[in-house]
């Protein structure tokens, strides 16, 4: 099939899944278009059947906000029609069901009736998406797509709770190249960040408020009270600087590492012990799910998707969000017994494998067969 992939190209997980399912489509066969307006972080190798077309959205003074749906509906137009495109797959609603749509629409006119297929992530449902000052287009964007997939049980739940919802929804969950979280590094450069007597803590968000990094500057002052410990602060976002400040109130600075975004986390995830997910909410945490495939148990709130991921008492554990006390408890409880730890760095991977790549991705080919017999 020649599929059309509308996504964020930036470090957030919908980005990641949308390029990684982009690029596991290619390997069995079919021909990918990216549409989006910078090239997707994770999209290193373009091929023969990888593409990549760029968005503009021209800087016009009139404008206080440039029109990027229109830009991104006249670019889907466009490339339908240059490259044959059959299906068009949009990663997170907002606003790319909205663009799709009207691109259908046009090409309505042309005589094509393209496929839409609409993939609901999370905060386009449950953060953004049911604010009233967007709910109505995001309502009508989702009802209009040909087939509606969400991450994750819960996510499913919180849609059809928030939004007037008459179309089926299928749940397709994140999943992960394995082979990539193979143990491949011999040498997992451990060295360079912690001396042998102390544990690796891991935190990789884009440092939003909903990721309570807060919490995770206080669980780590717990831990690091008891046992010789560091932390590793991955990623980029409003709250960072903010966590900086309250690991120098709390002394604990010479521990901490902010190393910002990055595209390695999996040789970071390699020398972890531990990683933390205290987030308000998350669709399904697929930062947890890549932390599992390392062999790195998972402390987190019970919240939204995490529990379909985390398993209680076994790959880590689930604790009520805020609760600080409850989550050092349990990572001190993985943390101090070498026997113990070992067994939930087990447990984590052999749970990861639920979610492999070569598992999820013909769901979404079944999905995209089905539209095109229907259109
Ligand atoms: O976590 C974020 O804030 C980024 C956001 C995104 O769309 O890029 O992540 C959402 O989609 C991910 C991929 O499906 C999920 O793993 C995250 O749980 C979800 N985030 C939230 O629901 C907060």
């Known amino acids: 099939?020649?599929?059309?992939?509308?996504?964020?190209?930036?470090?957030?997980?919908?980005?990641?899944?949308?390029?990684?399912?982009?690029?596991?489509?290619?390997?069995?066969?079919?021909?990918?278009?990216?549409?989006?307006?910078?090239?997707?972080?994770?999209?290193?190798?373009?091929?023969?059947?990888?593409?990549?077309?760029?968005?503009?959205?021209?800087?016009?003074?009139?404008?206080l906000y440039q029109p990027y749906e229109l830009a991104l509906s006249s670019k889907l137009v466009d490339m339908v029609k240059l490259h044959k495109i059959e299906v068009l797959h949009v990663h997170y609603a907002i606003p790319h069901a909205y663009a799709a749509y009207m691109a259908k629409q046009m090409l309505l006119e042309d005589g094509i009736n393209i496929p839409i297929v609409t993939t609901l992530h999370g905060t386009d449902i449950t953060l953004v998406g049911s604010h009233p000052f967007y709910k109505p287009a995001v309502t009508f964007s989702i009802n209009k797509s040909d087939a509606v997939t969400s991450v994750s049980k819960s996510l499913k739940e919180d849609t059809l709770r928030l939004f007037?919802?008459?179309?089926?929804?299928?749940?397709?969950?994140?999943?992960?190249?394995?082979?990539?979280?193979?143990?491949?590094f011999t040498d997992c450069q451990r060295a360079m960040m912690a001396t042998d007597d102390e544990k690796i803590i891991t935190h990789i968000s884009n440092f939003r408020e909903v990721k309570q990094i807060p919490d995770v500057i206080k669980i780590f002052y717990k831990i690091q009270k008891e046992i010789p410990a560091k932390l590793m602060m991955v990623g980029e976002g409003p709250e960072r600087e903010a966590a900086e400040r309250l690991c120098e109130e709390l002394g604990i600075s010479s521990k901490v590492v902010f190393f910002g975004n990055s595209n390695e986390i999996d040789k970071i995830l390699c020398f972890s012990d531990l990683f933390l997910l205290p987030s308000l909410t998350?669709?399904?945490?697929?930062?947890?799910?890549?932390?599992?495939?390392?062999?790195?148990?998972?402390?987190?709130?019970?919240?939204?998707?995490?529990?379909?991921?985390?398993?209680?008492?076994?790959?880590?554990?689930?604790?009520?969000?805020?609760?600080?006390?409850?989550?050092?408890?349990?990572?001190?409880?993985?943390?101090?017994?070498?026997?113990?730890?070992a067994l939930f760095k087990r447990n984590a991977k052999k749970v990861s494998t639920k979610f492999g790549i070569h598992e999820i991705v013909p769901q979404y080919e079944a999905i995209y067969e089905e539209t095109l017999k229907r259109s």
Not at 28 to 49: A, D
Not at 164 to 184: G, H, M, Q, T
Not at 290 to 295: D, F, H, I, L, V
């Open 1 to 63: 099939m020649r599929i059309g992939i509308v996504c964020y190209p930036t470090f957030g997980g919908s980005g990641v899944v949308a390029t990684e399912l982009g690029l596991e489509l290619s390997k069995r066969g079919h021909e990918i278009h990216f549409i989006t307006y910078s090239q997707p972080v994770r999209l290193e190798l373009l091929s023969h059947n990888v593409h990549y077309h760029e968005v503009t959205v021209p800087e016009y003074p009139l404008f």
């Open 282 to 341: 998350e669709s399904f945490g697929l930062s947890a799910l890549e932390a599992m495939a390392s062999g790195v148990p998972v402390i987190s709130s019970n919240t939204g998707g995490i529990p379909e991921v985390n398993v209680h008492g076994v790959s880590g554990y689930l604790s009520e969000i805020n609760d600080v006390e409850d989550m050092s408890k349990n990572a001190l409880h993985i943390l101090k017994d070498e026997k113990i730890l």
């Open 164 to 184: 007037n919802i008459k179309k089926e929804i299928y749940v397709v969950p994140n999943f992960i190249d394995l082979d990539k979280y193979a143990p491949k």
